[in-house]
């Protein structure tokens, strides 16, 4: 079986036989679809922790949290 590798994906190395690779870094199809069901989550996850530290009274520096 050939391994089989999605349009615009970037190898870093050999993939086995019978493997499907996604993404860039290019992962295991499953992985890749397993990452991005939780990035979609991120924005909330965010806001929920400004909301946070706004509760608590903390410094908010403005920068990647």
């Known amino acids: 079986h050939k391994a089989v590798i999605a349009a615009k994906s970037g190898l870093l190395g050999d993939v086995p036989d ?16 397993k990452c ?16 946070v530290k706004k509760h608590l009274g903390l410094a908010d520096d403005g920068g990647e949290s």
């Open 18 to 33: 019978g493997t499907t690779m996604v993404g860039y870094p290019a992962m295991p199809g499953r992985e890749f679809m």
């Open 36 to 51: 991005a069901a939780e990035w979609r989550k991120i924005p909330a996850l965010r806001r929920d922790v400004a909301a």
